[in-house]
């Protein structure tokens, strides 16, 4: 493993971790050239399906784009990091479990939505307000209005 402070190409590990969920091997490595720690993920590479673009382009699926997204939409609110990742594994687990081998990247973000309207409903908004691009005060209000209506319900 190329080592990030001095990119030489040997490093060895000194501990190595399984996830809390077990999907996630997590090494502690030391550079044999600098002697700088760093750690790594190991986690088992899934076949996500193609996701397509609102233009038709197909792109594949990124983890660290969803996650930036969430983290984005819980800035200043109580949502740990570790929830932020669970919802990114909830993701990852439906769109593999689909079978498909494309499907619309809209599906993705209403997914983030669901997820987020259950942790925080202000991230959910946050998050809406930029993935639907309100064209103005009275669509984020209708969406307001509508989160209120279901949290009376429930």
């Known amino acids: 493993m190329k080592c990030p402070s001095c990119a030489h190409p040997e490093s060895r590990v000194t501990d190595s971790r399984a996830g809390t969920a077990g999907d996630v091997i997590r090494r502690r490595r030391e550079c044999e050239a600098c002697a700088r720690r760093f750690t790594t993920y190991e986690r088992v590479e899934e076949v996500f399906p193609l996701l397509i ?3 038709g382009r197909r792109e594949t ?3 660290q784009k ?3 997204g969430l983290k984005r939409a819980c ?3 109580a949502v740990s990091i570790e929830r932020l990742e669970v919802i990114v594994d909830a993701i990852e687990r439906e769109l ?3 079978g498909d081998k494309e499907v619309g990247a809209q599906l993705v973000g209403e997914r983030v939505m669901s997820h987020l309207r259950a942790v925080d409903p202000v991230a959910y908004v946050r998050f809406a307000s930029v993935y639907r691009q309100f ?3 009275d669509e984020l209000r209708s969406e307001i209005d509508q989160l209120a209506r279901k949290d009376v319900k429930s």
């Open 61 to 63: 699926f990124d983890r």
């Open 96 to 98: 593999i479990d689909s």
């Open 75 to 77: 800035d200043k609110r």
């Open 66 to 68: 969803v996650l930036s």
């Open 135 to 137: 064209k103005d005060i």
């Open 53 to 55: 673009k609102k233009d």
